[in-house]
């Protein structure tokens, strides 16, 4: 555990749930990494979870999905960003709460278990569960009342009404004593819908606190378009989401992006996406393409997703030595799932070496395969002049547009 020595080691670890595929979403990616609007359902979430108790914050993710959930949590950290860390889930909810709970610092007796789905839940609602903890309480249960007539129903046939005033809707994040979560989950033989119906199988009393419309589950599409008017509604001061969102248009982006690699790697030379045999290779930690690696940087600014250090850093072995294709097709995921589709990328070539212009029409068609976007692809030597011209090695400047979907 590494922490700010300035800062007081929290008592409080907030487990955020983000390892569902959400196939009911119907989105380009698992459910928590689809966007809302320039940021994912995650970030928004994490958001949430720090404007509220200070915590230990701990994001299960998608195997696959580990780095992605590591730079939106480090995000909305800021400053406090050694409080985050992020595993990877199992096959059921209840595993990958599971592995959470492995990654728990010893000094924490508090323990929130957070779904990303309910990302516009507001920061109240993490102080009421964690304020019924310390009043005493074992698990803590944020609800809301059930409004709707209530059937029960068999084989399409109405039986009976329900008494409603009886039941209420389960939300989370929902609260308990570190050591009944453990011991819970150290008996469960069977999976539970939550985690307080863990608790409860294994003996515990379960308090509830008021819960907040806000933090509705995002499961379907109809459920994504009312977080986007919430959001829409908040951005322009317009208390109301009950009413459609207003038509909007949907503004281009643009980002600009740079790369630059010395000659004198090991290997072939690759660049703008093609092997150039007789040249001399460029060093990097890839295969230093500095033409995708421009791409990508022009790309993933215009969707205001950070840069190619943040999602493929040299921390990620599964990079080393990989060509423009992994990167591209990587990048297009990512802003997809942000809710972006790229429009166009123009980038040029700054180096002696290679002569590009035999081979343009064949860069620009892999780079276009590789991102689903028109890639256009110039070059100069300049004159002679700087690093580049005297070929002591090779930069790309690209400028991409995207387009909120």
Same mark, same amino acid.
């Given at each position: 555990? +590494?922490t700010?020595p300035?800062?007081?080691?929290p008592r409080?670890?907030i487990?955020?749930v983000?390892a569902?595929?959400?196939?009911?979403l119907r989105?380009?990616?698992?459910?928590?990494f689809?966007?809302?609007?320039?940021? +994912?359902i995650l970030?928004?979430?994490?958001?949430?979870?720090f404007a509220?108790?200070?915590?230990q914050?701990?994001?299960?993710?998608?195997?696959?999905r580990?780095g992605?959930a590591?730079?939106?949590?480090?995000?909305a =950290?800021g400053?406090r960003?050694?409080?985050v860390s992020?595993?990877?889930?199992?096959?059921?909810?209840?595993?990958?709460?599971a592995?959470?709970?492995?990654?728990?610092?010893?000094?924490?007796?508090?323990?929130?278990?957070h779904?990303?789905?309910r990302?516009l839940?507001?920061?109240?609602?993490?102080?009421?569960?964690?304020?019924?903890?310390r009043?005493?309480?074992?698990?803590?249960?944020p609800?809301?009342?059930?409004?709707?007539t209530?059937?029960?129903?068999?084989?399409?046939?109405?039986?009976?009404?329900v008494?409603?005033?009886?039941?209420?809707?389960?939300?989370?994040?929902q609260?308990?004593?570190?050591?009944?979560?453990d011991?819970?989950?150290?008996e469960?033989?069977? /999976?539970?819908?939550d985690?307080?119906?863990l608790?409860?199988?294994?003996?515990g009393?379960?308090?509830?606190?008021?819960?907040d419309?806000?933090?509705?589950?995002?499961?379907?599409?109809g459920d994504? /378009?009312?977080a986007?008017a919430?959001?829409?509604?908040?951005?322009?001061?317009?208390g109301?989401?009950?009413?459609?969102?207003?038509a909007?248009?949907?503004?281009p982006?643009?980002?600009i992006?740079t /790369?630059v690699?010395?000659?004198?790697?090991?290997?072939?030379?690759?660049?703008?996406?093609l092997e150039w045999?007789?040249? $001399?290779?460029?060093?990097?930690? &890839?295969d230093g393409?500095?033409?995708?690696?421009?791409?990508v940087?022009?790309?993933?600014?215009?969707?205001?997703?950070?840069?190619?250090g943040?999602?493929f850093?040299?921390?990620?072995?599964?990079?080393?030595?990989?060509?423009?294709a992994?990167?591209?097709?990587?990048?297009?995921?990512l802003?997809?799932?942000a809710?972006? +589709?790229?429009?166009?990328?123009?980038? $040029?070539?700054?180096?002696?070496r290679?002569?590009?212009?035999?081979?343009?029409?064949?860069?620009?068609?892999?780079?276009?395969?590789?991102l689903?976007a028109?890639?256009?692809? &110039?070059?100069?030597?300049?004159?002679?002049?700087?690093?580049?011209? +005297?070929g002591?090695g090779?930069a790309?400047?690209?400028v =991409?547009?995207v387009?909120?979907r």
């Amino acid at each position: 555990m +590494t922490t700010d020595p300035l800062l007081p080691v929290p008592r409080l670890a907030i487990i955020v749930v983000a390892a569902g595929s959400g196939t009911r979403l119907r989105g380009a990616a698992p459910k928590a990494f689809v966007g809302l609007d320039d940021r +994912t359902i995650l970030r928004h979430a994490v958001d949430g979870v720090f404007a509220g108790p200070l915590a230990q914050v701990v994001v299960v993710a998608p195997a696959e999905r580990v780095g992605d959930a590591l730079t939106d949590a480090r995000a909305a =950290a800021g400053e406090r960003h050694d409080l985050v860390s992020v595993v990877a889930g199992g096959d059921t909810r209840q595993q990958s709460v599971a592995a959470g709970l492995h990654a728990v610092w010893a000094d924490v007796d508090l323990v929130l278990v957070h779904d990303a789905a309910r990302a516009l839940t507001p920061p109240e609602v993490f102080e009421r569960v964690v304020g019924a903890l310390r009043a005493g309480h074992d698990a803590v249960l944020p609800v809301l009342p059930v409004i709707d007539t209530i059937k029960r129903v068999d084989a399409g046939a109405v039986v009976e009404a329900v008494d409603r005033s009886a039941l209420a809707a389960a939300q989370t994040p929902q609260g308990f004593r570190r050591v009944v979560l453990d011991e819970a989950y150290a008996e469960a033989s069977v /999976d539970h819908t939550d985690d307080a119906a863990l608790v409860q199988a294994a003996g515990g009393d379960v308090w509830t606190v008021a819960g907040d419309e806000r933090a509705f589950k995002i499961t379907t599409p109809g459920d994504l /378009d009312r977080a986007r008017a919430l959001l829409g509604a908040e951005a322009t001061g317009d208390g109301d989401a009950s009413r459609p969102a207003p038509a909007t248009v949907a503004i281009p982006r643009v980002g600009i992006g740079t /790369d630059v690699h010395a000659v004198g790697g090991e290997g072939a030379l690759w660049l703008a996406g093609l092997e150039w045999p007789g040249e $001399q290779a460029l060093h990097g930690h &890839s295969d230093g393409d500095a033409v995708a690696h421009a791409i990508v940087d022009a790309v993933l600014a215009a969707a205001g997703l950070g840069d190619i250090g943040t999602h493929f850093g040299t921390d990620q072995p599964e990079y080393a030595g990989a060509h423009a294709a992994a990167f591209l097709a990587r990048t297009r995921q990512l802003v997809e799932a942000a809710g972006f +589709t790229i429009g166009n990328v123009s980038v $040029q070539v700054q180096a002696r070496r290679p002569r590009l212009s035999a081979r343009r029409g064949e860069a620009e068609a892999v780079l276009t395969a590789a991102l689903g976007a028109p890639v256009a692809l &110039s070059a100069t030597t300049t004159d002679g002049l700087g690093f580049t011209g +005297t070929g002591e090695g090779v930069a790309a400047f690209a400028v =991409a547009l995207v387009v909120p979907r």
